[in-house]
């Protein structure tokens, strides 16, 4: 009786198509013509936020700034810039990690040809009373330069910390080389690599990575140096060694519709892996898009190094959008504290940004796809490079929109929402649609509407062309 009322009440929260949007937290106030961006936030010990973003200025363009909130949402250190500066070119694309101490590992990209950097903050040798901090007292590490100079630019970096204190860093060479991972140690001291992933010329792939339960990395990106459009590959790295157990594999058919937005995040208690990512489908008009979520088993590979079979790899693909807009510019996911799979993404109608607001939405799913909510994170958002940002196994969100009383854009959090808290996301028995194939996309729609490759990609080139 128990396990079917349970079942009843997925069935029911399936059909829950949107809740009500609570009001975002501001985090930043900018003080002159300032824009804040590329947020990014980490929970910490005693529940503590670390919230890392970058800040126009008038030397470089942009500087990279941290805060840090109580649990209760107190400011305990205030904006406090953090990089030096000086390098000629903006900071961008920061990502961090955090040890179980509260030591924050921070890589971006930096310089007028960008390169990748790395420092270590503490936090804890601050006074924390609410002012902003002395950089030369929590900065442990000073800013370091972990990719090697050289004609490849390196750009767009993710870092994620293992339980043997080893950081796994992922960027991708700009439009010259290859996506590299490596392994530093907490001082920043590179262990292993650079490996090189998948072709050259990965143009704004924005690569992504998660880790196992055994430190192995998992690594995605976008990629159409061999392929008509920009496709979506996944890899594998031995995170012990950093070599390559799955070679660069192509999820997606090579078939001049373009995909994109590829995020990875992996079930450490069964290591299976989910890819999100936006893919053409050829309707609608121009730019019309839907998401997809994979759902991979690298241990049905015989992780050799080469590459994989997709269909050997894909335990499941499910089309999680439907006509909900024409053309979704972000798109997030990460599974979270509750281990749920959350996605977040925003619709637009038209491959221009929206003169009016749109919508952020947030939805989450458990590993069967079973859709338990889908709530509106704001519905007034103005900024269209959103950049919303969720940590792995993680409960709040943040993102970059323009305050609209002041014009500047600013840094706003929210709590994501739940359902179903008694579960822990692996039972399957709700009903649900069948999913689409993103894989059969080209061959489908071609078909039926006769629409080929569009232009995501110089949409793509606009955006990263912040950086």
């Keep these: 009786m128990m396990m079917l009322t349970r079942c009843c009440l997925i069935v029911l929260l399936c059909s829950v198509q949107a809740l009500a949007v609570a009001a975002p937290l501001k985090l930043t106030t900018s003080t002159q013509d300032e824009n804040a961006d590329f947020a990014v936030e980490r929970s910490g010990p005693g529940g503590n936020l670390h919230l890392v973003w970058t800040q126009d200025d008038d030397v470089d363009g942009r500087s990279l700034h941290y805060m840090m909130f109580s649990s209760a949402g107190a400011v305990l250190i205030a904006d406090t810039r953090i990089d030096n500066g000086g390098t000629g070119g903006p900071a961008g694309y920061p990502s961090l990690a955090l040890d179980t101490t509260g030591r924050v590992y921070v890589v971006w990209q930096g310089g007028a040809v960008p390169e990748v950097y790395f420092m270590r903050l503490n936090p804890f040798l601050d006074d924390r009373n609410g002012n902003p901090a002395d950089p030369a007292t929590i900065k442990e590490v000073d800013d370091m330069m972990i990719s090697a100079a050289g004609g490849d630019q390196a750009v767009h970096p993710r870092v994620e910390l293992d339980g043997n204190s080893q950081l796994h860093v992922v960027w991708e060479s700009d439009c010259t080389g290859p996506v590299q991972y490596v392994t530093l140690d907490t001082d920043g001291v590179l262990l292993n690599g650079p490996v090189d992933i998948g072709p050259t010329a990965s143009c704004n792939g924005f690569p992504d990575i998660a880790l196992d339960s055994n430190g192995n990395a998992h690594v995605v990106f976008a990629n159409g140096a ?242």
């Design 226 to 467: 061999a392929t008509m459009a920009d496709e979506i590959y996944y890899a594998m790295v031995d995170g012990a060694n950093a070599t390559l157990l799955i070679d660069a594999t192509l999820l997606t058919a090579d078939d001049g519709l373009a995909a994109g937005s590829a995020t990875v995040s992996v079930n450490t208690a069964t290591d299976q892996v989910f890819t999100v990512y936006k893919q053409e489908t050829g309707t609608g008009g121009p730019g019309s898009e839907e998401i997809f979520i994979d759902t991979l088993d690298p241990a049905r590979d015989d992780r050799n190094g080469s590459v994989a079979d997709p269909a050997v790899l894909r335990l499941g693909q499910q089309q999680f959008t439907s006509g909900e807009g024409q053309y979704r510019w972000h798109v997030f996911s990460r599974i979270g504290l509750d281990r749920r799979l959350d996605l977040f993404y925003m619709d637009f109608d038209d491959n221009a940004c929206p003169v009016g607001d749109y919508t952020i939405r947030h939805a989450q799913l458990i590993y069967d796809g079973t859709v338990l909510l889908r709530e509106n994170l704001s519905t007034t958002a103005q900024s269209c490079a959103a950049w919303v940002r969720l940590s792995h196994f993680d409960s709040r969100v943040v993102w970059a929109d323009r305050d609209s009383a002041t014009g500047y854009q600013e840094i706003y959090s929210s709590p994501i929402g739940r359902e179903d808290a008694g579960s822990s996301g692996y039972f399957t028995c709700a009903l649900h649609t069948a999913p689409g194939r993103a894989a059969n996309a080209g061959d489908f729609w071609v078909l039926l509407a006769g629409i080929g490759a569009l232009g995501l990609r110089s949409v793509r080139r606009r955006y990263a062309g912040r950086a």
